[in-house]
């Protein structure tokens, strides 16, 4: 039997055509053994595919009057919303911190792991990336701890 050359030109066609998905969900930017926490204020909050962004005014250390805008990547609405994400969970001036991984060329921001708000409720990052915010059978928002 002859191969067919059409099955094997589809095939090429439809391995080059996931190239730019498979590389385009590499974490390689980011130094996912470490994990640093920022408090802040919230700029921004972007909604889109295929990745979510927070931006935050984070305080310059010995210079309070003086902000940085540090960037988190997220994961899609699609996967965020499964969270507990929504469009309008994170508004301008909101006060949060932020745990996530550093981006490794030294710029300020990273891959988002977890937000806590300021009433102490929690809502984790794509458990799907590595060093995520968990797995997706954990509970998305964690409630605020009563006060002792």
């Not at 003086?66 to 609405?77: I, Q, W």
């Amino acid at each position: 039997m002859k191969p067919d050359p059409r099955k094997w030109l589809i095939g090429f066609a439809a391995s080059v055509w996931m190239l730019p998905a498979m590389a385009h969900h590499s974490y390689a930017v980011f130094d996912l053994k470490k994990r640093l926490t920022v408090a802040g204020t919230v700029a921004k909050f972007e909604w889109t595919n295929p990745h979510s962004y927070l931006w935050v005014y984070v305080p310059r250390p010995g210079n309070p009057k003086e902000y940085d805008l540090y960037g988190f990547e997220n994961g899609s609405p699609t996967m965020m919303t499964r969270q507990g994400w929504t469009k309008s969970v994170l508004k301008a001036g909101d006060r949060v911190s932020i745990e996530y991984s550093p981006l490794k060329d030294g710029r300020q921001g990273g891959h988002l792991a977890r937000v806590t708000f300021a009433d102490g409720r929690v809502l984790r990052g794509d458990p799907m990336a590595p060093g995520g915010g968990g797995s997706a059978a954990e509970s998305p928002t964690i409630p605020a701890q009563p006060k002792p």
